[in-house]
């Protein structure tokens, strides 16, 4: 058993508890939201028909007057009288009249009118409240006071519910009481107290919490008790099923000998299919095994005939350097990468006679095994036909009727070979469908060479190739490569281009060809990156160093 294993059963029961534990409170929270909304709407509505009645009982100008005089009039008295009727006759605790004062955003109010009970009339007659008095520094809360204001100087909402240490919490209504001038000049405000509704929604939240929690655990418990037996159960048989496969297969040497025991399910949903699947997974896992042996063998056969094939391409090219150590004019280096274990890409280099060198440069179409018996053709051709004094556009001419003679699979060559003088410094080269070199003169950089670009070899019969030439002059080298160097392509889907190339070749021109080409291979790599490579990289780099002597010219 893996270090950190969970059993399923547990984990069903763990996830199963919080989802009811979350439903209990979303259930409970919503119940609770839904009650104590409905409940203030309710008691709002309450406060402000009582507020309109209040309203309706003031003369706002008799009340202006008398608090402009702090005298009280018969009209007042009326007044007193009809505010002690609704706190008597409601659920109203305090019935009141202030008028708040604005000083410097200090928030004060003094009484007008203030309804009290017979029963606090005989037994606490100094508390009474009369016209004028200021209200106590506790009577309320900041935030009420606060309102007070508001309301009287800048038309705020008119209800409001707040607490305080001494009352608990209260609902407060206040409306504005206006003159015949539209002025405001004091407020009418009821508190209704509101402890005994937060206990009975207090009380509801409960009692909704707790019988969604006590049906959600009876449903827990039952969805436990049939997950275990139609999943957890069966699931343990096919995994003690699996492992006791996995022992005997490592410990029988013999794939043919391995059985498989399907586990005792008895189900008739997913479960079941699920058993049947792995049964027969395993019967054709058995089936596998045995002819496991027969293929892994074959594939190291090929892997070793693959490895031989790469080896005898890799022969094939001139891989020892320096490759002419007894000749001082010039020096000449080159490299493969295949994309596969055999490449389609070839170069050569080879003394057509004593004066002259060519070099050739080859990208077969396609990748693999295919490419490189294409490729071992074709250098074999334009090498044999390269001869003293012959033409090399005659040369590649010859080469590509011989490839079209016997090209089924429709392949083609992509090449350029080129033959330096070394007494005289002049280059004839041709070209059948591939990059241009790069010449750097002594002195100077690195520059893509202009040539005309011919048709492919092996993708037309009769076809013509006209070969062309320039003057090296001692100091310049050239450099040559195929399409899998600027066509090499990073994460981003960019190409590597002639560009970037062309810049790495100039910063790294100073150095010798061996130097020179490893420095453009890890440029490459650097831009690839992580990306796999998907071509061909070849590459070769020829210095002319001096002229032979005797020269012509």
């Excluded at 007193?80 to 605790?93: C, G, P, V």
């Excluded at 071992?376 to 010859?398: A, Q, S, W």
Aim: net charge negative; aromatic share 10%.
């Amino acid at each position: 058993m893996k270090r950190g294993f969970k059993k399923l059963g547990h984990t069903m029961v763990f996830y199963c508890s919080v989802l009811a534990l979350v439903l209990c409170f979303v259930l409970g929270g919503l119940g609770y939201f839904l009650y104590y909304s409905e409940t203030m709407e309710n008691y709002t509505m309450y406060i402000e028909s009582l507020l309109n009645i209040a309203n309706s009982q003031v003369d706002a100008d008799d009340m202006a007057a008398c608090i402009a005089l702090l005298e009280e009039s018969d009209i007042y008295s009326q007044t007193q009288k009809e505010l002690n009727a609704i706190r008597s006759d409601t659920i109203a605790e305090y019935v009141y009249i202030v008028v708040p004062l604005d000083e410097d955003d200090i928030y004060d109010v003094i009484y007008v009118c203030d309804a009290y009970t017979e029963q606090e009339v005989l037994e606490e007659p100094d508390t009474l409240v009369n016209l004028g008095d200021s209200v106590e520094d506790e009577a309320f809360t900041d935030d009420v006071l606060e309102l007070f204001n508001d309301i009287m100087f800048h038309g705020a909402e008119t209800s409001y519910i707040s607490y305080h240490d001494g009352y608990g919490y209260t609902l407060t209504g206040v409306k504005p009481v206006t003159d015949s001038a539209g002025n405001v000049i004091c407020l009418v405000c009821i508190d209704i107290s509101m402890d005994d509704v937060e206990d009975a929604i207090y009380i509801y939240f409960v009692g909704v919490f707790s019988g969604t929690a006590v049906i959600l655990v009876i449903m827990l418990l039952i969805i436990v008790s049939r997950l275990n037996r139609s999943v957890v159960r069966p699931v343990c048989r096919m995994a003690e099923a699996a492992g006791n496969f996995v022992e005997q297969s490592h410990a029988v040497a013999d794939p043919s000998a391995l059985e498989w025991h399907a586990a005792d399910v008895d189900c008739r949903n997913e479960i079941g299919m699920l058993n049947e699947s792995i049964t027969n997974m395993m019967s054709d896992t058995v089936d596998y095994m045995k002819n496991l042996a027969h293929v892994t063998a074959e594939k190291e056969r090929i892997g070793t005939e693959l490895d031989i094939a790469a080896h005898i391409q890799a022969s094939m090219l001139p891989c020892i350097f320096p490759a002419f150590p007894e000749r001082e004019e010039f020096e000449i280096f080159a490299s493969m990468n295949p994309a596969k274990e055999v490449g389609g890409d070839f170069y050569d280099f080879f003394m057509v006679d004593n004066t002259h060198i060519a070099f050739v440069m080859a990208d077969v179409s396609g990748k693999g095994v295919p490419a490189a018996l294409f490729m071992v053709i074709g250098k074999t051709l334009i090498k044999d036909h390269t001869l003293p004094g012959r033409d090399l556009g005659e040369v590649f001419t010859r080469v590509n009727n011989l490839l079209c003679e016997a090209n089924s699979e429709e392949m083609f060559i992509t090449a350029y070979e080129g033959v330096l003088d070394l007494e005289t410094g002049e280059l004839d080269f041709v070209n059948a469908g591939h990059e241009a070199p790069f010449i750097c003169k002594k002195d100077g950089s690195f520059e893509p060479y202009k040539i005309r670009h011919g048709f492919v070899l092996a993708g037309m019969e009769g076809m013509r190739y006209v070969s062309g030439s320039t003057v090296l002059d001692v100091g310049d080298r050239i450099f040559q490569y195929t399409d899998g160097v600027i066509e090499a392509t990073n994460g981003a889907q960019e190409l590597y281009g002639k560009k970037r190339l062309e810049e790495t070749l100039n910063r790294c021109r100073d150095l010798p060809s061996t130097e020179l080409l490893k420095e453009v291979k890890a440029d490459v790599d650097r831009f690839v990156g992580e990306e796999p490579q998907f071509d061909d990289i070849t590459m070769l780099c020829l210095d002319f160093k001096g002229k032979m002597k005797g020269k012509k010219g």
